[in-house]
């Protein structure tokens, strides 16, 4: 009898020091879906609010970036409300180099000319709706194309990315989190856009981040730069 009690409180103090660790991780770890999105949509904000002009908000590219500076030749054109048309004109120029009427319910496309833009040079971009003022017409953005050496070193590193084992969603926070180390907002929301067939909870956070950028109604401003 005492060798069987001694049997059964062994037995209890190995399993205790097995599980109290499995209990203590399911305790600490949080689930996947939490650990995504890590820094993106964490604390994180972009240096400068962005403005609505007559129900259109610019969100992308060059807004929130350092010097309008962007790594992509194809950029991302993202907004906020109902635009009518997206114009990007050569900023020494303002030589129209690309021009492409909307659908009201678009509010994303990719630079689609066949040449893309220059490297190492500056353009100005625009997307208006139906209701915009002459003042918001006439508003311009500008955006800097990365020189190709730049671009070259960051791609490397992008791609080492996509090499892990790791889900599209995964890689795209991995790429979207490094782009922002490096202070490219745009490209950030480029790779998290480009990302196909997203699970739900990744494009619900994709799309609360990019909610609360534009904050300021701008359409009686005069256009700045």
Known sequence: MLNSRKS????????????????????????????????LFGSRRPPLPL??????????????????????????????????????????????VWTKNLDATTQQIVYEPTQPLESGKLYQWQVIGEESSSSDRAHWSTVAIMTAAERDALSSKLKEMEGRQKSAEAIADEQATYLLNQNLWSDALQVLFAVKSPSSAFVQKRQEFVSGLCTQDLSLKQPPR
Do not use: E
């Open 51 to 96: 403005g609505t002009r007559s129900g259109v908000c610019p969100m992308s590219p060059g807004l929130l970036d350092k010097d309008f500076t962007v790594m992509s030749d194809r950029p991302l054109f993202l907004w906020q409300g109902q635009a009518s048309k997206v114009t990007v004109r050569d900023y020494k120029t303002k030589a129209i």
């Open 8 to 39: 059964i409180l062994m037995f209890c103090a190995i399993a205790s020091l097995v599980l109290i660790p499995v209990i203590q991780t399911s305790l600490t770890t949080p689930p996947v879906q939490a650990q995504m999105f890590r820094f």
